[in-house]
């Protein structure tokens, strides 16, 4: 399989996301949009009920994923992201990553339309994560995943 021979090559992956989910919010919707574009199963996703300002419940959801099914993700992610997107991935790339790990937000709304659109404000944020030992190679890392 094409997707293990290249895993190889990744030592280690994973993908960590999280979200904030209002009480207006369905979280069945959310979890239709994993579903469906990930094959994220509910069991997956980890709720913890926070309480907002005004005493409104506000719930932090995460995902972590590792391994075999972090790389389908990340190959997931860039096939349905538009190319003007990932443009601007690569393009601000240096500026993404700390810490050997890669940091992208995207619209929730978007993301509930199974449109994957970068943005700042109450995203979804994504972290993806390979070690990288050598400091100077990891925007090259980075840059080889996406561009696979």
Known sequence: MIIQKNLKNQKKLDVTIELILHATENFQ????????????????????????????????????????KAYEVVKKLIS?????ELDLILKDLENRIDNSSLYLRFSKQNFLEKIIKLEEK???????????????????VYRKLLET
């Not at 574009?37 to 509910?42: M, N, P, R, T, V």
């Not at 009920?49 to 959801?61: S, T």
């Not at 349905?80 to 003007?84: C, E, G």
């Not at 390979?130 to 090259?140: A, M, R, S």
């Open 122 to 140: 109450d995203p979804i944020r994504m972290k993806i994560y390979t070690p990288v030992y050598v400091k100077k190679e990891i925007v090259g």
């Open 80 to 84: 349905i992201m538009t190319k003007s």
């Open 29 to 68: 919707k959310v979890y239709d949009a994993f579903f469906d574009l990930f094959a994220i199963e509910k069991d997956d996703i980890s709720k913890h009920e926070l309480v907002g300002h005004f005493g409104n419940p506000i719930f932090m959801l995460h995902i972590q994923i590792k391994k075999i």
